[in-house]
């Protein structure tokens, strides 16, 4: 039995679940540790719900035995003489590992951002990504209504923009999404299409208003900054995300995932062309992704060195 360790976000419980599908198609027996990242003060909530999911859960002793963690006299001697057997197995990188799908009684660590995964069962988890048990507030429920015609309405573009946490972690995630980013990408766009109407998504609406008065201005086109979410309902602006027909994403699984939902054909997708200051990340890319570099340039997506697997 395999036992997937979840944390982070929406976004990365939806990767890791994603594996978690994948390595059932498999035939592997596999369960979830959803407790010991989430007992931390600052953990973020648990949200695969909204999709109507339930999964199944490691027992304490599964996970003892997965990472040889007994505390029993005799283990504690065996590990001191012969060393310990914990089938622990920690993302190095960020990049797509065959490994992964191989492997047996291991206690998985990572966030596997890559849709590499689960490209051959892309099908199955399009319709397990379903917005099914969604529960948007009262105080909201027309604000979002209106946001959703809105966006269906037009040619809607979603903008993700994350600051907060990003800001406080500027080593790892700064200098990335730009203003020369977000410029470039809104003039792509702008060039791309006739008459793009940009949809707002963002940890800081206040910041955002200010932000889009001035890109309003400076083309001409209407911006739109999507309010009323939490991080508590951050899976609202996520299925708005997904109904919008391109996007301009950040450095952030909450904004892939917002486009990949998007399962139009002919959708553009636009990113970043660095995913992280602290490690390589290639395989967080798609086929269907436009690179731009931090300083606004466009980039050319990178021949990929092995088939999908």
Request: glycine residues 8%; negative net charge.
């Amino acid at each position: 039995m395999n036992i997937i360790r979840m944390s982070g976000g929406i976004g990365n419980q939806m990767f890791q679940y994603a594996l978690y599908l994948k390595l059932v198609s498999l035939g592997k027996e596999v369960k979830f540790d959803d407790v010991t990242e989430y007992e931390l003060d600052n953990a973020r909530p648990i949200v695969l719900s909204v999709f109507g999911i339930d999964y199944p859960r490691a027992g304490k002793d599964e996970l003892i035995r997965v990472t040889d963690g007994s505390m029993d006299f005799f283990s504690r001697v065996r590990r001191k003489i012969f060393g310990r057997k914990s089938g622990e197995y920690h993302e190095l990188s960020m990049d797509y590992d065959s490994a992964v799908l191989e492997k047996e009684n291991a206690y998985l660590c990572g966030g596997f951002q890559s849709e590499r995964y689960f490209k051959d069962i892309e099908q199955q988890v399009r319709e397990t990504y379903q917005f099914r048990s969604i529960k948007i507030p009262g105080q909201i429920e027309e604000k979002i209504k209106g946001y959703g015609q809105e966006i269906e309405a037009c040619f809607s573009v979603s903008i993700h923009i994350r600051r907060g946490d990003y800001l406080d972690s500027a080593d790892v995630y700064g200098g990335i999404c730009t203003d020369a980013y977000y410029n470039k990408a809104i003039r792509y766009m702008m060039e791309k299409y006739e008459n793009p109407h940009f949809f707002v998504f963002t940890n800081d609406t206040f910041w955002a208003e200010k932000w889009c008065e001035v890109r309003a201005r400076e083309t001409g086109k209407p911006f739109t900054v999507v309010t009323g979410t939490s991080e508590e309902t951050g899976y609202i602006d996520l299925m708005l995300m997904s109904r919008c027909k391109a996007h301009i994403i950040a450095n952030s699984s909450f904004s892939w995932w917002g486009a990949w939902l998007d399962a139009s054909p002919e959708k553009c997708v636009v990113a970043p062309s660095k995913w992280i200051n602290t490690r390589e990340c290639h395989d967080i890319y798609t086929e269907d992704m436009v690179k731009i570099t931090p300083a606004g340039k466009l980039e050319k997506l990178e021949e990929r060195h092995e088939a999908i697997g």
